[in-house]
C-alpha cells in the first residue's frame, strides 16, 4: 500500500517551460488536494478535487491547472513557468467528510521540490 | 483574526521535558480539529486528531477548548525524535478543506 505518490522528487525548470506535476493515490480516497509551501511559510491550497470529474480552486490557483480523470490520479500542470513558483508541492488525500462537522485527516504524499531559474 | 494561528517557536526544551503548545482558531461552528508533525523538508504526517473534547495517545494529549477557541497539544517526557514542526490544523468550509497553521518549532535538546 503505497499511499500517496508524487513524481518527480526534484525538478529544475527554465522560465516559461512548462511541466506536470504528478499524483497517484491508491486507497480509493474520492478527495485530493494540492499545496505548495514556501520556507518558512504554511502550506497553501492551489486546487482540489471531490471526485473524478470534479475539482474547484483553492486559496492560489493562478498559474495552475488541474485534472481528474480517475480517482487515482490528480496531476497538476505548471502552464508557463515562473520564479514566483519556486516551491516545495504536495499533493494529499482524504475521504469525504462523515457528517457536516466531521472532517476527515488528510495523507500527504513526499512532496515534489520544484526550482524555477 | 487569522483562521488559524500559532506560536512559531522556537520552543527548545530538554529532554524528558513537558511542553505544551496553543492554537487558535477563528471558525466557531468547527467540531474536528488536526495535530500533523512536519520534519525539516518532509511531508506534513497526521500526529493526532480532536474531535469533542480531547483525544490522548501515549505521551501526546491533545484538548479542544470550545469556549476560547483553541487547542493544545502536551508532550511529556520529550523525546530528541520529537524535534519537529507541529501544525495546527482547522477545518474550511466545504471539500474536506483544511486550513494548516504555519506551525510551532519545537527543538529537543539533550
Known amino acids: 500500500n503505497a499511499g500517496v505518490t508524487q513524481t518527480p522528487k526534484f525538478r529544475i525548470l527554465k522560465i516559461g517551460q512548462s511541466m506536470t506535476l504528478q499524483c497517484a493515490q491508491d486507497m480509493n480516497h474520492n478527495y485530493m488536494y494540492w499545496y505548495r509551501q514556501d520556507p518558512g511559510m504554511g502550506l497553501k491550497l492551489i486546487y482540489y478535487s471531490v471526485g473524478a470529474g470534479i475539482t474547484d480552486k483553492g486559496e492560489v490557483p493562478n498559474g495552475y491547472n488541474v485534472s481528474r480523470s480517475t480517482t487515482e490520479d490528480f496531476p497538476l500542470r505548471l502552464e508557463l513557468a515562473a520564479p514566483s513558483q519556486t516551491s516545495v508541492y504536495f499533493c494529499a488525500s482524504s475521504y469525504p467528510r462523515q457528517g457536516e462537522h466531521s472532517n476527515q485527516p488528510q495523507h500527504f504524499g513526499d512532496g515534489t521540490r520544484l526550482s524555477i531559474l | 483574526r487569522k483562521e488559524v494561528e500559532q506560536d512559531p517557536g522556537p520552543f527548545n526544551v530538554p529532554e524528558g521535558a513537558t511542553v505544551a503548545f496553543n492554537c487558535t482558531y477563528s471558525n466557531s461552528a468547527s467540531q474536528s480539529f488536526f495535530w500533523y508533525r512536519q520534519d525539516c523538508r518532509k511531508e506534513p504526517k497526521l500526529l493526532m486528531s480532536?474531535?469533542?473534547s480531547g483525544n490522548e495517545d501515549g505521551r501526546f494529549t491533545a484538548q479542544l477548548n470550545r469556549a476560547s477557541q483553541y487547542i493544545s497539544l502536551l508532550i511529556r517526557d520529550s523525546k530528541l525524535s520529537d524535534s519537529a514542526t507541529y501544525l495546527c490544523?482547522?477545518?474550511?468550509?466545504?471539500?474536506?478543506?483544511?486550513?494548516f497553521g504555519t506551525g510551532t518549532q519545537l527543538k529537543v535538546e539533550l
Open positions: 490544523v482547522s477545518p474550511t468550509g466545504g471539500g474536506n478543506k483544511l486550513t
Open positions: 480532536v474531535y469533542s
